[in-house]
């Protein structure tokens, strides 16, 4: 028992309160917080997502089905799993990377690192959206390079992929790089000094220790992939059928009044939202299943 905590069990026993005295509290408070709390969720989150629903299936059943037949609605789910499918694992393998070269070695610059991979934290979507557009766009600084060369990255899929992994490299490395922090270097300076390998120290004792962390990440930065609409919107220029995503699809449906096909493509996005929720609880159960059998 470290010094700290027993000058506070010494403490509480000196003035007859519980160690865990904090939790004591009337029952009534109780009951109003977690009131206050299942109210604010409801009203925010739970009855939002109802309306979703509820709006989305106005039409009846076959209006909903019919929206999801129009080729546009299809190129939009296809191109966001597209994008998702490109940023996802480059992110992972960025994000792994990073917080390896952050968590385990010293280096010049490392603080610099950390605080450029918050960069996309602290700058808007539609912010980056147009850096990109300055940086390739037909005026831009490369424009007129990759015009020459014949190369289209601003109002095409590259452009938005490239969007979309910006907004994105923050989640991978953020879920890692505290969690290798915490373990230190020994586990992999043992293994180096029983005769393994850079690969398969990291294969066989780095990843294991942070697998629950790494899919954490990954299905927070695919749930952002394909809900991202401020930097795809800059840079997609919204051609249909060719560079809209889903939720820039969702916009020019509402817009055009079309509120039913409107909602069921935004349904569609509110249910991979709510997979990916219990995707997340999952891990989250199964972490703490591997925790107390470690």
């Given at each position: 028992m470290s010094a700290i905590t027993t000058i506070s069990a010494q403490r509480s026993a000196a003035i007859g309160h519980k160690p865990s005295a904090a939790t004591a509290e009337p029952a009534w408070t109780r009951r109003l917080l977690i009131s206050i709390?299942?109210?604010?969720l409801g009203l925010f989150l739970l009855a939002p997502l109802l309306v979703v629903f509820a709006?989305?299936?106005?039409?009846?059943?076959r209006a909903y089905v019919a929206a999801f037949a129009d080729p546009d609605a299809r190129?939009?789910?296809r191109l966001t799993l597209l994008v998702?499918?490109?940023?996802?694992?480059?992110?992972?393998?960025f994000g792994v990377m990073a917080a390896w070269a952050i968590a385990k070695f010293e280096f010049r610059g490392k603080s610099v690192l950390v605080t450029l991979i918050d960069l996309p934290f602290a700058i808007?979507?539609?912010?980056?959206?147009?850096?990109?557009?300055?940086?390739?766009?037909?005026?831009?600084?490369?424009?007129?390079?990759?015009?020459?060369?014949?190369?289209?990255?601003?109002?095409?899929v590259p452009g938005i992929v490239l969007a979309t992994v910006f907004v994105t490299f923050p989640f991978v490395a953020r879920e890692l790089i505290p969690?290798?922090?915490?373990?230190?270097t020994e586990d992999e300076e043992a293994a180096l000094s029983l005769g393994a390998g850079g690969w398969q120290t990291f294969r066989r004792v780095t990843l294991p220790n942070v697998k629950w962390a790494l899919l954490y990440g990954v299905i927070l930065c695919n749930a952002r992939a394909m809900g991202e609409f401020g930097a795809v919107?800059?840079?997609?220029?919204?051609?249909?059928?060719?560079?809209?995503?889903?939720?820039?699809?969702v916009e020019i449906l509402y817009n055009?009044?079309?509120?039913?096909?409107?909602f069921a493509v935004a349904s569609l996005l509110a249910l991979l939202a709510l997979i990916t929720l219990a995707a997340k609880q999952l891990v989250l159960i199964r972490e703490q299943a591997a925790v107390r059998k470690g």
């Open positions: 709390s299942l109210g604010f709006e989305a299936l106005r039409g009846g059943v190129a939009a789910i998702a499918g490109i940023s996802v694992p480059v992110n992972l393998v808007s979507p539609v912010v980056s959206g147009l850096v990109f557009v300055l940086l390739f766009g037909m005026q831009g600084w490369l424009g007129p390079w990759l015009a020459a060369h014949d190369i289209r990255l601003i109002f095409a969690l290798m922090q915490e373990q230190g919107s800059v840079v997609s220029g919204h051609v249909r059928g060719l560079t809209n995503t889903m939720p820039l699809h055009e009044y079309n509120f039913v096909a409107a």
